[in-house]
């Protein structure tokens, strides 16, 4: 394969904070550069290897690609005071994304995955936000979906 396209995440299913909530605007901002933020995990953990890209298209090298279809099915902001305070779970960050890998070329599913990242902030952290927690939440998860490729040989 000559690339790694992600394409634009499915996020529908989400259950956002209320509108009133501090903590809608960021979850909202996260959601969308999922694709993004997912794709820049991947990069990192298969370094040179292979390029990833972000499509809105879809299209492929001549179909020469593996893409990857995301959907975002929780992202919890969790709770600034519990992270700083309290250090309990109510301050844990979470989001859960299932996805698909599959040919550019012939659209066979080659891989399917789900995978969830907690992330309650270490006490050094100076940004204990929920939109940098949950950023790297789907970085993470973007990164063990680059542990998964290289399992299977695309480095």
Known sequence: YKEILVLPAETGS?????KDDNTCAPVVAVLSKTADTFAE???EKLNDAIPVHTST???GSDGKALK???WVTA?????LSGRLFWATEAGDTYAHI?????DGQTGEKLLHFEDEVHYKGGKFDL????S??????VKEIGRHAGILLEAFGHR
């Open 14 to 18: 989400v259950k956002l904070p209320d």
């Open 41 to 43: 995990g991947l990069q």
């Open 57 to 59: 298209s879809g299209a």
């Open 68 to 70: 990857v279809h995301l």
């Open 75 to 79: 992202m919890e902001p969790g709770s």
């Open 98 to 102: 299932l996805g698909d890998i599959v």
């Open 127 to 130: 940004d204990m936000s929920c």
């Open 132 to 137: 940098t927690l949950l950023t790297r939440d």
